[in-house]
């Protein structure tokens, strides 16, 4: 591949039909990075499937407009997962003021209510899931993020 500058590979499947592409970055993160053996991994476990074409006769702005559509899909994922991401910062500015007015209200006299509240607030947003603990949300770490 480097020898002739090509840095990917179209495949087909048994009727000669575009069915991929393998590119070595798809090669070096999904198989060197995965601690695959190259020799042994079928590339069809790796390759992106079904790839945006156009045909050998096709125009340049036809290429172009695909292109641009799947950078506009792009932008729109990363649009959303912002847009959550926004929602639950909001979520735990809510909830922060909330455990604010019951520490003004109670005091420091509501042990028992703060064993209650500790034990987990839980913000979903899309495969991210955010632990907070009444100690996090009052300035001292005691919660973590995992996806």
Do not use: Y
Not at 29 to 42: D, G, N
Not at 65 to 90: N, P
Request: proline residues 1%; glycine residues 6%.
């Amino acid at each position: 591949m480097a020898t002739r500058r090509n840095d990917d590979v179209l495949l087909t499947d048994a009727n000669a039909l575009l069915s991929g592409i393998v590119t070595d970055k798809d090669i070096a993160t999904r198989v060197i990075a995965e601690e695959l053996r190259p020799e042994q991994t079928i590339i069809s476990k790796v390759m992106t499937r079904n790839p945006i074409f156009v045909t050998a006769d096709s125009l340049g702005i036809e290429a172009l407009q695909k292109m641009v559509q799947a950078l506009l899909d792009i932008t729109k994922c990363l649009f959303d997962a912002i847009s959550r991401m926004e929602k639950a910062i909001e979520q735990g500015s809510a909830i922060a003021a909330t455990v604010e007015e019951v520490e003004r209200q109670w005091g420091n006299n509501f042990s028992g209510l703060t064993r209650l509240i500790s034990s987990i607030f839980v913000v979903a947003c899309h495969g991210w899931v955010l632990r907070i603990t009444l100690d996090r949300l009052s300035g001292k770490f005691s919660g973590n993020c995992m996806g």
